[in-house]
């Protein structure tokens, strides 16, 4: 089955700079890339996602890669704020089997932004 | 926002006992899921749910686990007689026909 692998597990940061997380996936069959974001006790949310018909997708401060070919897919953060701190989870999903598009989840990575 | 919810926030059981973990999904979507989360491992899917049966369900869903949506609003997870390695974050999520998943806020089922 579809394997994920995220990299760093942690990354410490100061205020302003960039984060990049870097996931990589195993099922070239997968063609869904979402991106967790979970801040302590609470819910896992959806802050950006990836189809496999486009390279990069940016949404304000954060903007995801993918590479099919290579089967690797970014988060990068620019500007970072202490408000990213965060776990973020990478994910992909393989469509249309049996109807269950289940998630399998990268290792995440914890994000610390030093003021 | 819509959001899914859980209940309860935190289950203490003894080993051996059943437990239920609720989830209200949102109204509109079709495509229901458990993951869990032990702690400082991975999320790892459990089960999916769609038009009133199992669509897929990993290694981990045993016999000793089963889902029900009993009501058209609510969907749980039942554990027939917990073992200590299943104390976890439990997660529920739902979706409707695309594929952004939305996760209720989970429940940390504890083992005793």
């Known amino acids: 089955g579809e394997n994920v692998e995220q990299h760093p597990s942690t990354l410490s940061v100061q205020e302003g700079d960039s984060a990049v997380i870097k996931c990589t996936y195993s099922?070239?069959?997968?063609?869904?890339f979402p991106w967790y974001k979970q801040e302590l006790g609470k819910r896992p949310q959806l802050i950006i996602d990836i189809r496999s018909n486009v390279g990069e997708k940016k949404d304000q401060r954060i903007a995801v890669t993918l590479n099919k070919t290579a089967k690797h897919f970014s988060l990068h953060i620019t500007e970072t704020q202490p408000e990213d701190s965060a776990v973020y989870f990478c994910a992909a999903s393989i469509p249309h089997k049996a109807a269950g598009n289940k998630l399998t989840f990268g290792g995440g990575t914890r994000v610390l932004v030093k003021p | 926002e819509p959001e899914v919810t859980q209940t309860p926030s935190h289950q203490v059981t003894q080993m051996g006992q059943e437990v239920i973990l609720r989830c209200v999904p949102i109204?509109?979507?079709?495509?229901f899921y458990w993951y869990r989360q032990i702690l400082g491992q991975k999320v790892e899917f459990l089960v999916s749910f769609y038009n009133n049966e199992i669509s897929e369900k990993s290694e981990i869903f045993d016999d000793q686990f089963s889902v029900e949506r009993p009501d058209g609003s609510n969907f749980t997870l039942k554990i027939r007689s917990t073992k200590l390695e299943d104390s976890a974050m439990y997660f529920c999520?739902?979706?409707?026909?695309?594929?952004?998943?939305?996760f209720g806020q989970g429940t940390r089922l504890t083992v005793v």
């Open positions: 109204s509109n979507h079709l495509y």
């Open positions: 999520a739902s979706r409707a026909g695309s594929p952004e998943a939305f």
């Open positions: 099922d070239s069959a997968s063609n869904y």
